[in-house]
């Protein structure tokens, strides 16, 4: 691993340095995220898809990106998302090096790919720290990240879907959004329901909610460039004061509406109007609020099934989600 981290640091940063330090960073699930140190101080990023780096447990259609929701894996869907977002003027991490290795030998004497990119190192911390430790500091970098989704919000697309996808002439599966989020939320109440008593005993009443707002929802033509993740650890703080966003790969084009809903439970206590935007579908939000938390509940319960470390932190995920979902049927 180091070999292979060393070569694609010295790709990146140019000859002449020798890795010094290898650093696996805390969060990432899907991915391994590692600061690379060369002798001089120099630093990089690396990101590296590969299975051993991924902690989720495998499901059918992980690898099916006419699903908006599969697991955003691998190198080309984070240059497509990359290469749109910077196109907009959204600040991003400068690419220094893509490639791809093989990751061990698996049956039949064959390896596994594994994509690795390398991004600048954006000193700083992210906005998740800023808002804890000053939000008056957090103040201007949230009105700035609210220019920049007002720049993602301006480009539209036809269709929906992951911007690899889309961006490629490609389509995605279903035929609306709301369509798309009421099919995975209601295999994320299933999910949900078969891993907790709670939702099990509520899933009729769930379902029954979830089917009754999608109904509300009218069809809409154009969707706008989400980055679909975006919770304040995505988005880190540069020196000029400039919020940076990472973590692209789940970029696609889709309701406005699933960014918002996202933003408003990440952010939580913290002052969400320098991002509020006028004029959002309030029968987008109902659905997508409760299917956000649903997703909120069955992933973070998925992902404990498996080796994940931090799991006091996921189990109260869960938890909390699981108990605002419970709320939302009840209205």
Same mark, same amino acid.
């Given at each position: 691993?180091?070999?292979?981290?060393?070569?694609?640091?010295?790709?990146?940063?140019?000859?002449?340095?020798?890795?010094?330090?290898?650093?696996?960073?805390?969060?990432?699930?899907? @991915? #391994?995220?590692?600061?690379?140190?060369?002798?001089?101080?120099?630093?990089?990023?690396?990101?590296?898809?590969?299975?051993?780096?991924?902690?989720?447990?495998?499901?059918?259609?992980? +690898?099916?990106?006419?699903?908006?929701?599969?697991?955003?894996?691998?190198?080309?869907?984070?240059?497509?998302?990359?290469?749109?977002?910077?196109?907009?003027?959204?600040?991003?991490?400068?690419?220094?090096?893509?490639?791809?290795?093989?990751?061990?030998?698996?049956?039949?004497?064959?390896?596994?790919?594994?994509?690795?990119?390398?991004?600048?190192?954006?000193?700083?911390?992210?906005?998740?720290?800023?808002?804890?430790?000053?939000?008056?500091?957090?103040?201007?970098?949230?009105?700035?990240?609210?220019?920049?989704?007002?720049?993602?919000?301006?480009? *539209?697309?036809? #269709?929906?879907? @992951?911007?690899?996808?889309?961006?490629?002439?490609?389509?995605?599966?279903?035929?609306?959004?709301?369509?798309?989020?009421?099919?995975?939320?209601?295999?994320?109440?299933?999910?949900?329901?078969? *891993? +907790?008593?709670?939702?099990?005993?509520?899933?009729?009443?769930? &379902?029954?909610?979830?089917?009754?707002?999608?109904?509300?929802?009218?069809? *809409?033509?154009?969707?706008?460039?989400?980055?679909?993740?975006?919770?304040?650890?995505?988005?880190?703080?540069?020196?000029?004061?400039?919020?940076?966003?990472?973590?692209?790969?789940? &970029?696609?084009?889709?309701?406005?509406?699933?960014?918002?809903?996202?933003?408003?439970?990440?952010?939580?206590?913290?002052?969400?109007?320098?991002?509020?935007?006028?004029?959002?579908?309030? +029968?987008?939000?109902?659905?997508?609020?409760?299917?956000?938390?649903?997703?909120?509940?069955?992933?973070?319960?998925?992902?404990?099934?498996?080796?994940?470390?931090?799991?006091?932190?996921?189990?109260?995920?869960?938890?909390?989600?699981? *108990?605002?979902?419970?709320?939302?049927?009840?209205?």
């Amino acid at each position: 691993m180091r070999e292979r981290l060393a070569g694609a640091a010295r790709a990146a940063l140019g000859g002449g340095r020798r890795l010094a330090a290898a650093e696996r960073l805390a969060g990432g699930s899907k @991915k #391994g995220v590692y600061r690379l140190v060369m002798d001089d101080g120099t630093s990089a990023i690396a990101y590296r898809w590969a299975a051993a780096e991924n902690y989720w447990p495998a499901a059918e259609g992980d +690898d099916d990106l006419a699903d908006p929701f599969s697991p955003g894996l691998g190198a080309g869907l984070f240059e497509a998302a990359h290469a749109r977002l910077a196109a907009l003027g959204v600040p991003v991490p400068a690419i220094r090096y893509i490639g791809r290795e093989v990751e061990g030998e698996v049956e039949g004497g064959h390896g596994a790919p594994a994509d690795l990119v390398v991004v600048e190192d954006v000193p700083g911390e992210n906005l998740e720290g800023l808002l804890a430790r000053d939000p008056r500091a957090a103040a201007p970098v949230l009105a700035r990240l609210g220019e920049a989704l007002a720049a993602m919000r301006g480009h *539209r697309a036809p #269709g929906y879907g @992951k911007v690899a996808v889309v961006d490629g002439g490609g389509a995605s599966h279903g035929t609306s959004c709301e369509g798309v989020v009421l099919d995975r939320a209601l295999r994320d109440l299933a999910e949900a329901a078969a *891993r +907790d008593a709670r939702i099990a005993d509520a899933r009729e009443r769930l &379902a029954r909610r979830l089917l009754d707002l999608a109904a509300a929802v009218r069809p *809409r033509a154009e969707h706008a460039l989400v980055h679909g993740e975006l919770g304040p650890d995505h988005v880190l703080v540069d020196a000029a004061g400039r919020p940076v966003l990472i973590d692209l790969e789940g &970029a696609m084009y889709f309701d406005v509406e699933w960014e918002h809903v996202f933003l408003r439970i990440r952010l939580r206590g913290a002052d969400y109007r320098p991002l509020a935007v006028d004029g959002l579908d309030e +029968d987008r939000l109902a659905l997508y609020t409760l299917a956000q938390r649903l997703s909120l509940t069955a992933g973070p319960l998925r992902l404990l099934d498996g080796d994940f470390p931090a799991r006091a932190a996921m189990a109260g995920i869960a938890e909390y989600n699981l *108990r605002r979902a419970l709320e939302l049927a009840a209205g």
